[in-house]
């Protein structure tokens, strides 16, 4: 996620850092290559415009060159001007009315019909019982998605009855939610390659019919600028109460992140980081900041590991590393709970890169080969994962005919084990030394 922008203001601060004490050429010098980084990663020029000139403003006016940590504090203007940019926190959806309606809307292929389900999940998760509604009549097989994605989250769908109009089904819907007392009403709307009139005119129907508490523009953050231009065009039309981007993971750019509250004047929401239908957060713009300029995301990290965690084995693998033990099963106990956090990638992400996380590449992670050592510690017995000492080599070949892979990748497992615990073993002793003063 911003990769490409996230690099250059770490080279921007580097270089920043490097200069000692900084003067106004240097913060000139740094500033336009902020600029050049943001137009980069498809920021609106407005809006780059706008915050590069807030940074100068407080750095000059602050004092900051005077200071011997003007750097540090160049730094700390940037990530709160980034703050300011990305807006205010999202926050759980209103639910207002009876029933209350929340009405999704944008472009075709932008993620409306997931997103849906993602927040019929959010809400069911939270004791509300919502119902999906199909109205995207323009699509092929979007009724027969929604109703997937309704099964996949244990969801009610209303689907359209044949030659019905999606003003006659969202008046259904109302009277359907009213007679089984369900908590929320979802509606899924039909979108278009592109704006226009036609669009318009049924989404803007729909929203005068239901009246909805939240209507929320779904926009593809890896579209850039044309998410920002069409969320803009919705939102002289419609009164948006946000906007929901989708597909965030696989942005490496960042402009609709950055433009699309200055230009549209709609706060983010939510935004989805995956495609399963648990992975949608609620926006965070201070933790966001704090990714974009490689300072990590702690506090996501932290409340992913809260919800994937299973304390039992938690407390298992304390108690092996209390032993000096730490056996294949500890670490494929470890491997599983990685995996309850999302993709593993997504999680080396939130680590701040400083240290010796510098140079890590959450990209190169290979989520194969952690699967294919799982597969081998599954192929052991339990005395084969907890001594290695007796895989011999009828066993090893045992172990990889059960596993599908080889002898000379079983041989790095253990060999890879073995440094571990050994590595872990070194720290406890440490720790150990230090408690006792030594």
């Known amino acids: 996620m911003f990769d490409g922008l996230q690099d250059k203001l770490q080279g921007v601060f580097r270089r920043l850092r490097g200069e000692g004490r900084v003067n106004e050429e240097a913060l000139g010098r740094a500033l336009r290559e902020i600029r050049m980084a943001l137009l980069e990663a498809d920021v609106?020029?407005?809006v780059v415009k706008s915050f590069v000139g807030r940074i100068r403003e407080r750095a000059m006016g602050e004092k900051v060159l005077e200071s011997l940590?003007?750097?540090q504090q160049v730094v700390k203007i940037v990530r709160d001007e980034l703050i300011e940019l990305l807006g205010e926190a999202g926050g759980e959806l209103r639910l207002e009315g009876k029933p209350p309606v929340v009405l999704l809307c944008g472009l075709q292929g932008s993620g409306k019909t997931t997103t849906a389900g993602k927040l019929g999940l959010r809400l069911k998760e939270r004791g509300q019982h919502p119902l999906l509604v199909a109205a995207d009549l323009q699509r092929a097989a979007a009724v027969e998605q929604l109703r997937q994605v309704g099964e996949a989250a244990g969801l009610p769908v209303l689907e359209p009855r044949a030659g019905e109009t999606p003003l006659a089904l969202a008046e259904r819907a109302l009277k359907e939610a009213r007679l089984r007392g369900l908590g929320a009403v979802i509606v899924d709307t039909a979108g278009r390659l592109h704006v226009d009139r036609e669009l318009m005119a049924e989404v803007a129907a729909l929203?005068?019919?239901?009246?909805p508490s939240e209507t929320l523009f779904v926009a593809d953050a890896m579209?850039?600028?044309?998410?920002v231009r069409s969320a803009a065009e919705f939102a002289a039309t419609l009164p948006l109460t946000g906007v929901i981007l989708t597909k965030l993971d696989g942005d490496t750019r960042g402009g609709a992140a950055l433009s699309i509250r200055s230009v549209a004047s709609v706060p983010i929401r939510f935004v989805g980081v995956g495609e399963k239908l648990t992975e949608l957060e609620s926006f965070q713009p201070d933790r966001m900041a704090s990714r974009i300029l490689g300072m990590g995301d702690v506090l996501s990290l932290i409340e992913k590991a809260e919800q994937?965690?299973?304390a039992e084995a938690t407390e298992r693998m304390a108690r092996s590393i209390a032993r000096q033990e730490f056996t294949l099963e500890d670490l494929?106990?470890?491997?599983?709970?990685?995996r309850k956090m999302g993709?593993?990638?997504q999680v080396l992400e939130m680590l701040p890169r400083v240290g010796p996380m510098k140079a890590?590449?959450?990209s190169a992670v290979d989520e194969t080969r952690l699967r294919r050592i799982e597969a081998i510690i599954d192929s052991m017995t339990p005395a084969e994962r907890r001594s290695t000492r007796l895989l011999n080599g009828s066993r090893k070949r045992r172990i990889a005919r059960g596993s599908g892979t080889s002898v000379q990748e079983i041989n790095q497992l253990v060999k890879q084990q073995r440094a571990m615990k050994k590595m872990l073993k070194g720290v406890q002793g440490k720790w150990l030394r230090r408690a006792l003063g030594g």
């Not at 929203?207 to 009246?211: H, P, T």
């Not at 579209?223 to 998410?227: C, M, S, W, Y």
């Open 207 to 211: 929203a005068e019919r239901l009246k």
């Open 332 to 338: 494929r106990d470890q491997l599983r709970q990685m």
């Open 343 to 345: 993709p593993l990638a």
């Open 44 to 46: 609106n020029f407005k």
């Open 69 to 71: 940590s003007a750097a």
């Open 360 to 362: 890590l590449d959450p």
């Open 308 to 310: 994937g965690m299973d």
């Open 223 to 227: 579209t850039g600028q044309d998410a």
